[in-house]
């Protein structure tokens, strides 16, 4: 429902976005960061639940806030180590030294855990509001909704092997 770009240390969002103005066709400043930002996302529905969130990482730093110009950015606390990559959705995640460190969808539950049983080798990451999927070892991994599950649907909190994609992925 919305794009987010980064003109170095400036975020421009445009498409849906919360506060005055609402949906923007041409791209609106949402954050100025101290520092280059190296990566962005955006995400339906995942850090108040009830509209668009921007993660970013800008140095060391990685923050996330509702998509709109007045919201404050929070600094996400407890990574334990520096975030090369960021996914916003539900849950939001990051890569922090090859591993998935994901955490909830509001203020209140801005602590990352390590994501179980996918080790040190995670090189890409994707959330949206219903699952989440990794690439680790050239394997893609997903949990959350799980199509191929049986019955259909079913929610795994485990990630399993998506199936055709268990090597040379990347």
Known sequence: RASCASTRTEVKCWGEIKGPGGTAYTPRSMYDAEAPVTAISVGDNSYSGTSNTLCMIFGATLGCKDLAPDEILN????????????????????????????????????????????????????????????????????????????????????????????????
Do not use: M, Y
């Not at 990559?85 to 203020?107: Q, R, Y």
């Not at 795994?156 to 992925?169: A, K, R």
């Open 75 to 170: 600094p996400v606390k407890g990574l334990g180590g520096e975030p090369t990559a960021v996914s916003a959705g539900n849950p939001n995640c990051a890569i922090v030294a090859g591993a998935a460190k994901c955490w909830g969808t509001n203020a209140a539950t801005l602590s990352p855990s390590v994501v179980v049983g996918l080790g040190q080798n995670v090189t890409a990451v994707a959330s949206s509001s219903e699952h989440t999927c990794v690439v680790v070892s050239g394997a893609a991994k997903c949990w959350g909704i799980a199509w191929g599950a049986t019955p259909p649907l079913n929610r795994s909190e485990v990630p399993f092997d998506v199936p055709g994609l268990t090597s040379g992925v990347t």
